[in-house]
């Protein structure tokens, strides 16, 4: 593998490592999110509604 291939590499692995992590989070509170609603929230107005 040439050096500029392996610069090129370790920019993307980086890139990813810093962009994937947040995504996660995001994905986590918005399910703990929902999760919270549905207690006396959108599934509890769903279900009186219903």
């Given amino acids: 593998m040439a050096v500029g291939d392996q610069v090129y590499v370790t920019c993307f692995v980086n890139l990813y490592q810093f962009s994937v992590p947040p995504l996660y989070l995001i994905r986590i509170e918005a ?8 207690e006396g929230g959108i599934m509890g107005v769903e279900s009186s509604v219903s």
């Fill in 31 to 38: 399910v703990q999110f929902f999760n919270s609603t549905d």
